[in-house]
C-alpha cells in the first residue's frame, strides 16, 4: 500500500545566501521494512559551481579521496579533522576537490555528512529511499560527484535506480569506478550520462567496454594531440556522447610537474580556472 506525505522543511543548500523553503511529495512503500522510516536527516546538495554556466543544476559529493576506490593519478585526501591534504604515492596531479576540503571545513563537514548517513543503510532499497527523499526540488540537472566516487556496488546502483525512477531530472557523473559501471552495463538508464575518468585503477575497461571518457591533459596542445576538445562549461560531461579533454586545474603541489604546467598556462594567457564572475557574465 503507498502512503504520500506532505513535508514542507527548510533545506539548506550549503551556499551563504540560499536557504530555501521547498515543498518535498515524499512516496514511502510500506511493503519494505524500512518503509515508515523518516530518516532523521536528509542528504545535502549544493548549487552548481563556477564551471558549470549552464545553471539549473545542483550537485552531490562525498569525501575526496576517502570515497574513491578506484583514484590512482589524481588520488588526494583532506584529512577529516584538520583539512590537511596526504597525497596518493602515484598521484600525478592533486584532485581540486580535495584542495577545496582543505580550505573549507563547511564543505567537508557536508561530504562527510552525506557519506555516513549513506554508510549507515542496510539495503539497496534503504539507500535509494534516502537518495530519493534528499533530492532537491525543482532542478532540472544533477551532477553526481563533485567530490567523491561511486565507493561500492550497491552505491553505484542505487543512483541507477534513482535515476530511472525520476525521469524528470538529468543525472551525470564521472567516475573511476569503472568496475561498477561494467558490472551493471545493463541498468544505466537514459538520464544518466556516465564519463569514465582516465587515471585510475581500471583504464583499461574504457577500451574493453568502449566507454565514454574525459582525460586531464596538461595544455591545449596535448588535448590537439588526443584529438580530444576540451570541455569548460561539463556540456559534454553533461549531454555529449564523444570522448574529451579537461584542462589541469585546482591547486597543485609546489615545483610539481602539475604546478610547473599550470604556471606554463598563467604565462601564456590560457584559461583553465573559474569564478562566480565567470558565471554571473553568462547569464
Not at 197 to 207: A, M, P, R, T
Amino acid at each position: 500500500m503507498s502512503v504520500v506525505g506532505w513535508l514542507f522543511c527548510k533545506r539548506s543548500l550549503l551556499t551563504p545566501d540560499s536557504d530555501n523553503w521547498l515543498a518535498i511529495v515524499i512516496h514511502l512503500e510500506y511493503t519494505k521494512p524500512y518503509g515508515a522510516k523518516m530518516f532523521a536527516t536528509l542528504l545535502k546538495f549544493q548549487i552548481g559551481n563556477a564551471k558549470l554556466l549552464l545553471g539549473n543544476i545542483r550537485t552531490f559529493s562525498l569525501p575526496s579521496g576517502h570515497s574513491c576506490p578506484s583514484a590512482n593519478e589524481c588520488l588526494s585526501k583532506a584529512d577529516k579533522v584538520t583539512g590537511s591534504i596526504i597525497d596518493g604515492v602515484d598521484m600525478l596531479f592533486r584532485c581540486f576537490s580535495a584542495s577545496d576540503e582543505a580550505r573549507s571545513p563547511n564543505a567537508r563537514n557536508a561530504r562527510w555528512h552525506n557519506f555516513n548517513l549513506l554508510r549507515q543503510c542496510k539495503s539497496l532499497d534503504e539507500m535509494v529511499t534516502l537518495i530519493k527523499m534528499s533530492l532537491p526540488c525543482s532542478y532540472g540537472v544533477i551532477r553526481v560527484h563533485v567530490a567523491g566516487d561511486y565507493y561500492n556496488q550497491m552505491y553505484f546502483d542505487a543512483w541507477c535506480i534513482v535515476a530511472s525512477n525520476t525521469p524528470n531530472i538529468h543525472f551525470y557523473s564521472y567516475t573511476k569506478s569503472l568496475n561498477y559501471w561494467v558490472n551493471s552495463l545493463d541498468k544505466i538508464p537514459s538520464n544518466l550520462n556516465l564519463t569514465a575518468s582516465v587515471g585510475g585503477k581500471h583504464d583499461k575497461l574504457i577500451q574493453e567496454h568502449n566507454l565514454k571518457y574525459a582525460q586531464v591533459v596538461f595544455h591545449p596542445s596535448e588535448a590537439d594531440k588526443l584529438g580530444l576538445r576540451i570541455d569548460h562549461d561539463d556540456s559534454l560531461a553533461m549531454y555529449g556522447n564523444e570522448s574529451f579533454a579537461l584542462l589541469l586545474h585546482g591547486t597543485q603541489p609546489a615545483k610539481s610537474v602539475a604546478s610547473k604546467a599550470k604556471s606554463k598556462m598563467q604565462r601564456e594567457g590560457i584559461k583553465f580556472s573559474y569564478s562566480k564572475k565567470d558565471k554571473a557574465l553568462a547569464r
